[in-house]
C-alpha cells in the first residue's frame, strides 16, 4: 500500500508536492516541480520523476541517496546535465531519461556510475555521439539511442560494440542496442552495423533492425537494405618488421603498411620507455617533432592502400621503445607495434699512440758499402 508524504520543494515558488512512497520506492510526476527535490529519504533504492517541469539537473543532486539502483528521469523538460550530477551513485545500475530535451550528455559523469548497465536516452535531441562516449560504456548491456537526431557513429563505438577477435580484453558481452528513428546518413558504417549484428553470433541485438538513412543531409530516408552501400573494410595494419635493433647514433626507418575501405589515414604513437607506461606521444605532421626525427611520410597510391614512414637519425637511448602504428577508419582502428632497442658502441675518437723504434732503412744495393783493399808499392 503506498504511503503518501508531503514535503516541501526547495525552489523560488516553494510549492508542495506529493510523494508516493512504498517498499524504498519514491515516484514523482507533479507537474508543478521545477527542480530536483532534496528531501528524498537517503535509504531508497529506486527514484521516478516523471511529467515535471524539471530542467536541469545539478552538481551532486543525488548525492545521498547511495544505495539507489534505478534513476528514472523520464518525459521532464531537461536540457542540461551537469557532468558531477551522478556522483555517489556506485550501486545505480539503470538510468533512464527518455522524453527530454537534451541535445548532448556527460559521459564522463559514467564514470561515478561503475554498475550502472542499462542507459536509455531514447526520444531526445542528440545529433552527435562523442568518440570518447566509448571509454565509459563497457558495462553497459542495454542502451537505447533511438528516436533522436543521429547521424553518424563513432568508429570508436563500433570497436566497443564488435571487437576484434583476439583483441579483446575481457569476454564479449552482449547488447541490446536502440538506434532506430535517427536520421543516419548512408555511409558504409551504419551499413557494417546492420550486417554485423545480423552475422551468426553477434553481440549486439538491435531492438528495431528497420533502420532509414539518407545520402545527405535534409534528404528523405530509405529503408538501410535498400540502400546501395559501399562495404565498410576495418583497417588491416602490417609493419615492415616488429623488432629493430639499432646501434646508438645510427639512423632507422620505420614502416607500415595499412588496407582498408573507406582508405586509413596512420598516425604513429611512440610509447616512452623512460616514463610512465601509460605516457604516450602521439606524433603527426601537424605537431613538433622530435629533433633527431626528420620526417614522417604518408601516401595513399590507391583507394584503400596507404603507407606511412618516420625516420630517426642519430639515435639516442631515449629513442627506445615501441612505437605503435595507428590505422583508422570509419569501420574501426588498428595497431601494430614496432619495438626499437638502443644499442651502445664503444668508439675511439682517437687512437692511442703507439711508440715505434726508429730503424734505419736499409741502403739501396747501388749504394752498399763494400770492402776495398788497398796495395802501397814503393816507386
Known sequence: MSVHKTCVLINPNFSPYSFVFNNRLVRCSDPGISAVPLNVPADIVKLRLEKT????????????????????????????????????????????????????????????MPRLQTLSLHNNCLSSLPAHAALFLPNIT???????????????????????????????????????DNPWL?????????????????????????????????????????????????????????????????NVILRCDATGYPTPTLTWIKTSAYTDCCQHHTLGNSEQLPRN????????????????????????????????????????????PIKLKVVGVTRLSHLPKKKFQKIPPKPSPKYRKTKIQLQYTSL
Open 53 to 112: 517541469l524539471i530542467s536541469r539537473v545539478p552538481r551532486a543532486a543525488f548525492y545521498n541517496l547511495s544505495e539507489l539502483r534505478f534513476l528514472w528521469l523520464t518525459y521532464n523538460t531537461i536540457k542540461f546535465i551537469h557532468p558531477s550530477s551522478f556522483v555517489n551513485l556506485k550501486a545505480l545500475k539503470e538510468l533512464r531519461l527518455d522524453g527530454n530535451l537534451l541535445t548532448s550528455f556527460p559521459w564522463e559523469g559514467l564514470r561515478d
Open 142 to 180: 542495454y542502451m537505447d539511442l533511438s528516436s533522436n537526431k543521429l547521424t553518424i557513429l563513432p568508429a570508436e563505438l563500433l570497436d566497443l560494440w564488435f571487437p576484434l577477435l583476439g583483441q579483446q580484453e575481457r569476454p564479449v558481452q552482449r547488447i541490446i542496442l536502440g538506434l532506430h
Open 186 to 250: 548512408c555511409d558504409c558504417q551504419i551499413s557494417m552495423v546492420m550486417s554485423l549484428t545480423m552475422s551468426l553470433g553477434s553481440p549486439v541485438v538491435l531492438m528495431d533492425q528497420m533502420l532509414m538513412c539518407s545520402r545527405s543531409l535534409g534528404q528523405s530516408g530509405m529503408l538501410l537494405t535498400k540502400a546501395e552501400l559501399s562495404h565498410c573494410m576495418r583497417p588491416s595494419i602490417q609493419p615492415a618488421v616488429t623488432r629493430v635493433i639499432s646501434p646508438l647514433g645510427s
Open 293 to 336: 626525427m626528420e620526417s614522417i611520410m604518408q601516401e595513399s597510391p590507391r583507394v584503400g592502400v596507404r603507407w606511412s614512414i618516420i625516420s630517426l637519425n642519430g639515435l639516442s637511448y631515449k629513442d627506445a621503445g615501441e612505437y605503435r602504428c595507428q590505422a583508422r577508419n570509419m569501420a574501426g582502428i588498428s595497431e601494430a
